[in-house]
């Protein structure tokens, strides 16, 4: 009886959390246009219409682009800082990881307004185009990524067996080989978390991106975004099915790398 | 003798001591060199562009020009506190804040239980579906809800073909509205920080409690409640600034009419250009947001601390 009610509570909290994508999945599959229940048919040409609306396909292409760059530098920045928190003990380390995680603290909307004025300052200051640039996006993006790469590696850095890597170096491996032979492919799956979560992150924001794009260009978030403003119809839904279906893919196949429900 | 081995020994010493200085300074110029990027990238894309803002909410705005003026004043924050139509969005936004985080805290708990006990085989799988809308995106969740809630959605059609309602119920643009979205988009945060913390509490410690003749919600309130509680605390917090600054789910539930702080900020900037005021606002947003999540940590640890 108790077990019952318990499973029955998880239940309705799973259902409370899946219910609005599984109505957005429905309604990408109407015959009219007006997203009225019970619909009067079925149809699958919302999704042929989306490639007719410039705006979600360049949204896509963008915050793709956005997205696995932002994901390149953050690694690459991300995954030596971890190192350097796990491993070494210095006077203001705990500053250190504090200051690399603020971006995960600090609200989208302040990071969108505080990165806005400062690209208005530097523009005086230097004389040069920079807000509303491409590399003005992707500078945001890329430290919106940093926190959970450097979260994740060193979590995946904490129970790390130290003496391997000495046995490589009495082996004669140099400092560089020995990182790439042996300290990276035990920390690969913090590595492909961080670089999942960072993409996700990147890929989905829509606060900080708000005020950082520049006229006539747009991030799909926000293309989504500006049209439900306007109107919910069987177009959006489908786009909205497109995402869910791409993000869900990207998570099957982190998976097979790396157990999701270990690193959440 | 004695004497010229104390000398050498002094001498090794000192030599070991120096060997070691310079091998810590070498971990600590390599420590420097890797923290080096990331440091920088965090520290001139975000902490000065903070400090700017900061240095902005204490300027002047000249409405009739649209124009900021460099100022020193604290024009801005007053003007906030003493218009009732800001401290009403920001009252709103806190009550708002609230009740996702308790609706998130009843619907989470029995969920992250399960996950965290279940023997399935297909835990993974359902820990995925928890995770899957996380990363999906606010604004498609939103439009999820908008097919459930319009005047012709999925609720209203249902209720008035069951004959329980006449008319349609308003629920786009409530209050309501926005914070069945946004408890909806931050359950899974929730989940997933009591789910980890539960994992940790050995099933023994609640046999022991059932046991010695403890009935369910006994155990619950003294065993796993406050074995719990480090995640319960770590789920509150979350959840709690999430929902001080959503943005899409009052946006696109709440309409135009329905303000929060996120949006009233954008408008600021967005909408009248008012730099000042707008940075202004975000600051006293991200205050409030870290003082009550400060303040519940504290009140909490003392609390429960034997």
């Given at each position: 009886m108790g077990r019952w009610a318990l499973n029955g509570a998880a239940g309705l909290a799973l259902g409370f959390i899946l219910l609005p994508l599984i109505f957005v999945t429905w309604l990408a599959f109407f015959r009219q246009e007006i997203p009225s229940f019970p619909p009067e048919g079925y149809s699958l040409r919302w999704f042929a219409a989306i490639a007719d609306e410039r705006k979600f396909v360049d949204g896509f292409f963008l915050s793709l682009r956005l997205g696995v760059l932002a994901t390149l530098i953050g690694l690459a920045v991300g995954v030596p800082?971890?190192?350097?928190?796990?491993?070494?003990r210095f006077p203001g380390r705990e500053t250190l990881g504090s200051l690399l995680l603020l971006p995960l603290v600090v609200p989208g909307v302040v990071l969108g307004t505080s990165m806005y004025v400062f690209h208005v300052e530097a523009e005086h200051a230097l004389d040069m185009d920079i807000l509303g640039t491409f590399l003005a996006l992707l500078a945001g993006h890329s430290i919106v990524v940093i926190p959970w790469v450097v979260r994740l590696v060193t979590a995946s850095l904490a129970g790390f067996d130290r003496t391997v890597e000495e046995a490589a170096q009495n082996l004669g491996a140099n400092p560089w080989v020995t990182f790439f032979r042996v300290t990276l492919p035990m920390i690969r799956p913090g590595i492909v978390a961080g670089a999942l979560f960072g993409f996700v992150t990147s890929f989905g924001n829509l606060e900080m991106s708000l005020f950082l794009v520049g006229p006539g260009r747009t991030t799909l978030p926000i293309a989504i975004l500006q049209y439900l403003e306007w109107r919910i119809d069987p177009t959006i839904a489908a786009v909205s099915v497109l995402q869910i279906l791409l993000i869900g893919g990207a998570m099957l196949v982190t998976d097979r790398f790396v157990k999701i429900s270990r690193v959440v | 003798m004695t004497l010229t081995t104390t000398a050498r020994g002094n001498i090794s010493a000192l030599a070991a001591q120096r060997i070691a200085t310079e091998e810590r300074g070498g971990a600590?110029?390599?420590a420097a060199s890797l923290s080096a990027p990331a440091t920088i990238l965090v520290a001139i894309g975000l902490l000065i562009p903070l400090v700017i803002l900061f240095r902005y909410s204490l300027n002047e705005f000249v409405a009739q020009r649209k124009m900021m003026v460099e100022a020193v004043t604290l024009a801005n924050y007053v003007k906030f506190f003493t218009d009732p139509y800001y401290t009403n969005v920001l009252f709103r936004t806190l009550r708002v804040a609230i009740t996702v985080t308790a609706i998130c805290l009843v619907m989470g708990f029995p969920l992250a239980y399960v996950l965290a006990r279940t023997q399935s085989r297909f835990k993974n799988l359902l820990i995925m579906l928890v995770v899957l809308p996380l990363f999906v995106g606010n604004a498609v969740r939103a439009a999820g809800w908008m097919t459930l809630f319009g005047s012709k959605g999925a609720i209203n059609a249902t209720l008035m073909g069951l004959g329980l309602i006449s008319e349609p119920l308003e629920i786009m643009y409530t209050e309501t509205a926005v914070i069945?979205?946004?408890?909806?988009?931050?359950?899974?945060?929730m989940v997933l920080s009591l789910q980890s913390v539960i994992e940790g509490i050995g099933r023994d410690v609640e046999e022991a409690a059932f046991s010695l003749g403890a009935n369910p919600a006994a155990m619950f309130r003294r065993v796993l409640w406050p074995l719990a509680l480090p995640g319960v605390l770590a789920g509150t917090i979350l959840t709690f600034i999430l929902g001080m600054n959503a943005y899409a789910t009052p946006v696109l539930l709440g309409g135009p009419q329905f303000q929060m702080m996120g949006p009233l900020v954008y408008g600021?900037?967005?909408?009248?250009?008012?730099?000042?005021?707008?940075?202004?606002?975000?600051?006293?947003?991200?205050?409030a947001t870290l003082l009550l999540s400060v303040t519940a940590n504290?009140?909490?640890?003392?609390?429960?601390?034997?």
């Open positions: 800082a971890a190192l350097c928190l796990a491993r070494f | 600590r110029l390599t069945i979205g946004i408890a909806a988009v931050n359950l899974p945060f600021q900037f967005a909408g009248v250009s008012n730099w000042p005021f707008g940075a202004a606002i975000s600051f006293v947003l991200m205050t504290l009140i909490v640890q003392r609390r429960y601390r034997r």
